[in-house]
């Protein structure tokens, strides 16, 4: 590669345009509008997973992915920020389904030094660590650096030879352990965290918990100051004014929580004294009420406690929040219970696909990212796009999608021991004329991946019309141990094998952030229908607007907030209704009425130049309203002034 001329020059161009983004002198809008944040007192932004790039896999799904794009824009805008999480030797799974649908896991060990990692290392060259006492132990603490543009990340690492051989696993797997294996990796993230970054000399403005992963953090901060002599509760003061903290999700399982007896193994007594706390009063700081000994000792309300200001990922998110907390401030109305909210939005520049890119630069400028901030002005660019210029695009990008699909399927059919004849017929399966319809997220009951499979006659004929046929894209991975998700899936995969549906519906395996990128930037339209309110806010459908795809999905997370009924779809309506069991029906009923009476009609209406016109208004509406309000520009600017500057 290094010889090939045109390689070299991309290469150098990269270099130019990089070494100019990363100009000190360069004007952001931080050093404008963000002046009380200075480069000596950054955001210390804790979170146990970044999604950055699929070549580093420290994340699972939305929260580390979300992580990434806000390091990202941080950069972008020029926000003091550093970031710290931990660095999971083996990463997160990586997904095959064997011959029966079944989802079997495997790891990687990451190689560190085919990674853009540096270890931290002292002047003399030695390694800076920190240590922390865990399970009556002394563990070892290491750091690697990876630069996001202006933002460091920390990743903290146990795997250290001088550690205990199980302490060395304790940063090995992302989601992959047991209880006290979350425990401690959330006592190396929090206490770990803020050790390293006192030992670094870093004073943060304010420390972010982004989810209660980090929520430990806090203890440490107090424990600074009681260990010089202040009490616990003018120490929690202090620790309050410094901290703020975001909550990503109203599904129970999404709130660690750890036995009492697990936070005394995983702690010591020593940890408790040198807070000046009885073990009661200890594990009421992660209760809801004080002394309810059936209450496990929970991440979320010890960071509730602990920080002075707390907010949910969408508006609606933010009221759910307040209601399932409402138990906290018992004395209070639901509506003051203080969480606010700040909607998820996603980085632009990642998510774009190059072609569509190249089209906003030529009509909005090589500065398009700026433009998204004035509404106004984004919509006269996007008005300019002639249909013809944006139709084309979004056709190259489905014949890319398609190839890749049927590359993909071809590998996972030899790889299952299929026979070559039939791995080969993934070659001729899906059509690049026809309304290609993704869906990939996670797989839990909740997601409702079975919901367009309601009345499979329904689908059929959806599908197999021959003027007008649907495709489908499935993706996603079951948490390891949710077997009920693994049984969704393998009805899933089970069902594409239907001999009739075969050439019209792929399940892609391994979803991660490449994956991602390919279905959000080439699908013609993104389905998301979870119960509501469970979505807290989605991320997924911001990235396929901002390339001109349409969204359908239920009136939940950002989409109750983007849906303005002529930019995409909604399925059901906004309130959420008494029983899951009739809900799911009303919303299969309405899901196949919508994709019936308006999409596959809209999307096959062509004009006399064989255009989609109306198809075309619809694309670039969903640009013009979305890309300015859910790209995650806007998300870390609110965060700057409406929490990180508001202390
Ligand atoms: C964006 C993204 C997600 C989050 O999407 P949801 O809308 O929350 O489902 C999850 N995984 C990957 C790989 C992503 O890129």
Redesign the pocket.
Known sequence: MATVPLYIERVRRLVESFDKYMEPSAQTWAAQHAVGLARERPVAYFCAEF?VHHSLPLYS??LG?LAGDHLKSASDLGLPLVAVGLLYHHGYFRQRLNREGWQEESYRQIDVGELPLQLVRREDGTPVYIELEMRGRVVRVEAWRVDVGRVPLYLLDTNVEENHEIDRLITGHLYGGDRETRCVQEMVLGIGGARLLRHLRIEPHVFHLNEGHSAFLTLELARELTVKGIAFEDAARTVRARCAFTTHTPVAAGHDEFASSLIEKCFGESYRQSLGLSHEEFLNLGRVTAGDETELFGLTPLALRMCRSSNGVSRKHGEVSRELWNKMWPGRQVREVPISSVTNG?HAPTWVAPLIRSIYEKHAGANWTELLHDAKAWAAAVASIPDEELWKAKRLLKGRLIAFVRERLYDARLRQGESVEFAESARQMFDPEALTIGF???VAAYKRWDLILTDLERLYRLILDDERPVQFVFAGKAHPQDQGAKLILQQLALWELDPRVMRRAVFLQD???E???QL?QSVDVWL?VPRRPLEA?????E?VALNGGLNLSVLDGWWLEGCDGSNGWAVGNVAASGEAENEDARDAESLYHVLEIEVVPTFYERDAEGMPRRWVAMMKHAIETLAPAFNSDRMVRDYAQKIYLAG
């Open positions: 999604g799904g939305g992915i996603v990939a997220r996670r979803y991660d952030q994956v991602a990128r959000v998301n806010s989605g991320t997924s459908g990235k």
